[in-house]
T-cell receptor, first 115, second 113 residues
Framework: DTAVSQTPKYLVTQMGNDKSIKCEQN?????MYWYKQDSKKFLKIMFS???????INETVPNRFSPKSPDKAHLNLHINSLELGDSAVYFC??????????????FGPGTRLTVL | QQQVKQSPQSLIVQKGGIPIINCAYE??????FPWYQQFPGKGPALLIA?????SEKKEGRFTISFNKSAKQFSLHIMDSQPGDSATYFC????????????FGQGTELSVKP
């Protein structure tokens, strides 16, 4: 029943480690996104994929690498984690140009804590 | 030019009051203005959205007012309820460009019983 799911929900790790967050959507959408929400709740887009093709790549460190194996999945791999990477990461999906106005559906988020 | 400025940062109203949240933008290319609602521990969810060809849109107790010349838009919540307590985000995007949304800073709304 879950529309956009993410795993894990919580991730606690040490500085310097490499970690991955997985996202899956069962809405049949063709576009998926990664957002970062910082401690002040500011929400900023990181990446967007449309039909497995990268279409939005904001100014994000190279340590962050998204991968889309198919339209329904978008994973985020982070190398050499830093304290500043601590945040909540949201995956979202949408159907481009489809009413209502390309609504983006968000997942429940992954809270990443880097110690 | 890519910023969306949202105010106030926090808002407390009594049940039945009408909280108003304001947003302003600079980029005249923006043509899609959604509002998202986020409860603690959850992802944001679309509440209501507007395109600049109309000046107002109402869905239930939620109304967006849009002023194209002033490059401002606002959310009004009629007859607010304690269940409306959440963080509200305005956003702006260019409808035909990949779905990229620029979010405002968020407003934490608390509706007291």
């Amino acid at each position: 029943d879950t529309a956009v799911s993410q795993t894990p929900k919580y991730l606690v790790t040490q500085m310097g480690n490499d970690k991955s967050i997985k996202c899956e959507q069962n809405l049949g959408h063709d576009t998926m996104y990664w957002y970062k929400q910082d401690s002040k709740k500011f929400l900023k887009i990181m990446f967007s994929y449309n039909n497995k093709e990268l279409i939005i790549n904001e100014t994000v460190p190279n340590r962050f690498s998204p991968k889309s194996p198919d339209k329904a999945h978008l994973n985020l791999h982070i190398n050499s984690l830093e304290l500043g990477d601590s945040a909540v990461y949201f995956c979202a999906s949408s159907q481009r140009l489809q009413p209502p106005l390309g609504e983006q559906f968000f997942g429940p988020g992954t809270r990443l804590t880097v110690l | 030019q890519q910023q969306v400025k949202q105010s106030p940062q926090s808002l407390i109203v009594q049940k039945g009051g009408i909280p108003i949240i304001n947003c302003a933008y600079e980029n005249t290319a923006f043509d899609y203005f959604p509002w998202y609602q986020q409860f603690p521990g959850k992802g944001p969810a679309l509440l209501i959205a507007i395109r600049p060809d109309v000046s107002e849109k109402k869905e239930g107790r939620f109304t967006i007012s849009f002023n194209k010349s002033a490059k401002q838009f606002s959310l009004h919540i009629m007859d607010s309820q304690p269940g409306d307590s959440a963080t509200y985000f305005c956003a702006a995007g260019i409808y035909n460009q990949g779905g990229k949304l620029i979010f405002g800073q968020g407003t934490e709304l608390s509706v007291k019983p």
